[in-house]
């Protein structure tokens, strides 16, 4: 199984970025779909999650900005970014549980990271 990322790069204050993340190899099933960022010095947070059902979670600093949906069909995941702050400088990870076709139990996957930088 492999998650690809995408969409990440330097933006301005205020400006917009959309991230991707494209899960491929012997799926059988994926559940939840999410993004986490990690920023220097910081531990990994959970910034958003959408389950196979739709519903979406994410966390308070940036409701109202940050929008995550999925795509069941082509197994993707993405993270429209809307107002980005300097304070949302930081790697972006993709997750995913995963049961492939030959372990049909769920497991979690990571993608490489994007690194996502906010200038003010």
């Known amino acids: 199984v492999e998650l690809v990322e995408s969409g990440g790069g330097l933006v301005q204050a205020g400006g917009s970025l959309r991230l991707s993340c494209a899960a491929s190899?012997?799926?059988?099933?994926?559940?939840?779909m999410g993004w986490y960022r990690q920023a220097p010095g910081k531990q990994r947070e959970l910034v958003a999650i959408?389950?196979?059902?739709?519903?979406?979670n994410s966390a308070d600093s940036v409701k109202g900005r940050f929008t995550i949906s999925r795509d069941n069909a082509k197994n993707t995941v993405y993270l429209q970014m809307n107002n980005l702050k300097p304070e949302d400088t930081a790697v972006y990870y993709c997750?995913?549980?995963?049961?492939?076709?030959?372990?049909?139990?769920?497991?979690?996957?990571w993608g490489q990271g994007t690194q996502v930088t906010v200038s003010s």
């Open positions: 997750h995913a549980a995963i049961a492939t076709m030959i372990i049909r139990l769920m497991f979690d996957y």
């Open positions: 190899g012997g799926i059988f099933s994926i559940g939840a």
């Open positions: 959408v389950h196979k059902n739709g519903s979406t």
